[in-house]
């Protein structure tokens, strides 16, 4: 059962273009992510949110930039794409707290730039 | 700093025998919980066990591991391959450092052949 929504599957765009990516969570949680997914399928943490308020933001290019307009929306845009932003951008969402957390993560945005 | 070392690349085995996947790592905060997350051909990461009680045994879908906090280890075991075990396996441990961060190893492709 999908409960994190991801908007679009698949985006083609040109080199210099400016793309978005939407997230939506339904299961009411806190806490939600951007991850990318690279074409050696290694997963790395680009932002996560709570309630709202960025809480880690590794080092990624300041062309990227999160936007949450509340604890179930997160959106990812990149403001003048470069090949190697190539990759499945992956939302996810979770719990934030002192157990054991698990991620539930969305079918993912895969970006292709020409 | 830290750092996640699973088995890396690719692992074959042939169906009905046993398999495992290790996983450690290494950090100077305190280790919370241990995942293991799965990802199929076309599908989002899910995860598969997860565990934050110290030398217990998790079991779930055949597969087994058990928490070990002072090696940082969770070792993921099944003691015999199905086919539809090929995926890509990720380890992810949760840490304490400040902010919550899920980690994730670089992965380790299975594949179970006939």
């Known amino acids: 059962e999908t409960a994190v929504f991801q908007t679009p599957n698949y985006h083609v765009t040109q080199v210099g273009n400016e793309v978005s990516f939407n997230c939506k969570q339904t299961?009411?949680?806190?806490?939600m992510y951007w991850y990318k997914q690279d074409s050696k399928k290694l997963l790395k943490i680009m932002f996560s949110?709570?309630?709202?308020?960025?809480?880690v933001n590794e080092t990624v290019p300041r062309r990227f930039s999160p936007q949450s307009s509340d604890k179930a929306h997160l959106n990812l845009r990149i403001k003048s794409v470069e090949p190697e932003d190539s990759a499945v951008y992956l939302c996810?969402?979770?719990?934030?707290?002192?157990?054991?957390?698990?991620?539930?993560f969305g079918s993912g945005t895969r970006l292709t730039v020409l | 700093g830290d750092s996640v070392t699973q088995t890396e690349g690719l692992v074959t085995v042939t169906e009905g025998l046993p398999v495992k996947l290790n996983c450690t790592y290494q950090?100077?905060?305190?280790?919370?919980?241990f995942f293991w997350y799965v990802q199929y051909l076309n599908e989002a990461p899910q995860v598969l066990l997860k565990?934050?009680?110290?030398?217990k045994r998790t079991e779930h879908q055949g597969f087994h591991a058990t928490l070990h906090k002072s090696s940082s280890s969770f070792h993921l075991q099944k003691s015999s391959a199905q086919l539809s075990d090929s995926a890509l396996y990720y380890c992810?441990?949760?840490?304490?450092?400040?902010?919550?961060?899920?980690?994730f190893g670089k992965g380790t492709s299975l594949v179970v052949h006939p």
């Open positions: 996810a969402s979770s719990r934030l707290g002192p157990s054991a957390e698990t991620l539930y």
């Open positions: 299961l009411g949680h806190d806490t």
């Open positions: 949110y709570n309630n709202k308020q960025l809480i």
């Open positions: 950090t100077t905060y305190l280790t919370i919980a």
């Open positions: 565990s934050s009680t110290d030398n």
């Open positions: 992810a441990p949760l840490t304490s450092g400040g902010n919550y961060k899920p980690t």
